[in-house]
């Protein structure tokens, strides 16, 4: 059974936005730190955000900061990134996951993933 599930992806033309949400079911989100991670074809996987359970806390990687904006809302039991100014190496796979600690680099054991949401940048 999903416990989170990744929408809003799709295909867009450089410099403009998207928003992605990850939706939880049999679980209270309020109760995880949240993680955005994304994956291109051929390349690593990258921690993208990471928001704590009662969003006091928030960090991104370099190449988004000032661009993307991680936030939460537990009463909807959902977690958003809002992707603006999207480049060409923007484009991934972009994941959801839920874990118990928080930590400002984001790494941290996770309980729970979605299957991701296929985000594309071109011109």
């Known amino acids: 059974q999903l416990q989170l599930v990744e929408s809003g992806g799709g295909l867009v033309q450089p410099g403009e936005s998207l928003r992605l949400s990850c939706a939880a079911s049999?679980?209270?989100?309020?109760?995880?730190?949240i993680v955005w991670f994304r994956q291109a074809p051929g390349k690593e996987r990258e921690g993208v955000s990471c928001?704590?359970?009662?969003?006091?806390?928030?960090a991104y990687a370099d190449s988004v900061k000032g661009r993307f904006t991680i936030s939460r809302d537990n009463a909807k039991n959902t977690a958003y990134l809002q992707m603006n100014s999207l480049k060409p190496e923007d484009t991934a796979v972009y994941f959801c996951?839920?874990?118990?600690?928080?930590?400002?680099?984001?790494?941290?054991?996770?309980?729970?993933w979605g299957q991701g949401t296929q985000v594309t940048v071109s011109s």
């Open positions: 928001i704590s359970n009662g969003a006091r806390s928030t």
């Open positions: 049999g679980i209270t989100l309020g109760s995880y730190t």
């Open positions: 996951a839920a874990g118990r600690r928080w930590s400002r680099t984001c790494l941290i054991e996770y309980d729970y």
